[in-house]
């Protein structure tokens, strides 16, 4: 197999395993708050304590992940255009 035909293989392989995860799972945890749903915080002591709630997530910790949003956004633009 050739140096090309493997650099495909492997971006195919990549890319179809991305669309299988968006099918499977199409929400993800939030990259700012690690999935917590708000900032991790200290207090004056150094304890771990909790701090405001996540603007990125609306406190879910969940995001859809970006494939996911295109998809979205494809199907919707398809559906209005063909009504």
Known sequence: M???ALAIACLLTVTFGYIGMCAASP???CRKCNGFGF???TDRKGRPKRGKSCRRCKATGKRIRAGRWL???AQRI???GTN
Do not use: K, P
């Open 27 to 29: 929400f993800g945890t």
């Open 2 to 4: 050739t140096l090309i």
């Open 78 to 80: 398809y559906r209005e």
């Open 39 to 41: 900032a991790m915080d």
């Open 71 to 73: 998809f979205n956004r």
